[in-house]
């Protein structure tokens, strides 16, 4: 905290995110993702609790566990995580129609939708920059066709 090294603290916010109480499992949640980062070796532990939580039933459980996993990030979490997610709700990624859905972002009037959209898009493209298959180019052919014609 404060940019100062901690050592203390990271079981007992693993424990409270295993905790079935709302109150204690939002504060487990909110520390966690504020006092981890994706490298830290207690995410580990944390893994099995945040997949029940997106299987589980509990709407309110899932949109915690779904916040923190995008708010820490990481390779570790999207590989092991990936695979429930898409269980429970199948068409969450869509990878055909994407660049559609983009341009349908990009005429949101909402700013916050708006300046997520873009930031989207502009993470997508730095990210691909390098890569010079046919496939990836024909993608952001399509993507930035689609945003002019919208």
Same mark, same amino acid.
């Given at each position: 905290?404060? #940019? ?32 981890? +980062? ?31 996993? #995008?708010?820490? #990030? ?52 730095? +990210? ?6 046919? +496939? ?15």
């Amino acid at each position: 905290m404060l #940019g100062y090294d901690m050592d203390f603290g990271y079981m007992e916010v693993v424990s409270l995110i295993s905790s079935p109480k709302y109150p204690e499992k939002q504060v487990g949640y909110i520390e966690t993702s504020s006092l981890l +980062n994706e490298n830290h070796d207690f995410l580990r532990l944390a893994i099995n609790t945040v997949r029940n939580d997106i299987i589980g039933r509990n709407e309110t459980f899932q949109c915690l566990a779904l916040t923190m996993v #995008g708010n820490i #990030g990481g390779r570790e979490f999207a590989e092991s995580l990936a695979p429930d997610v898409q269980k429970k709700n199948p068409d969450v990624v869509n990878v055909d129609g994407w660049a559609d859905q983009m341009a349908q972002l990009l005429d949101e009037r909402d700013l916050g939708v708006l300046t997520s959209s873009m930031s989207l898009l502009v993470a997508l493209v730095s +990210n691909q920059h390098g890569d010079t298959s046919d +496939n990836k180019s024909m993608e952001h052919d399509n993507v930035f066709h689609s945003i002019s014609n919208a």
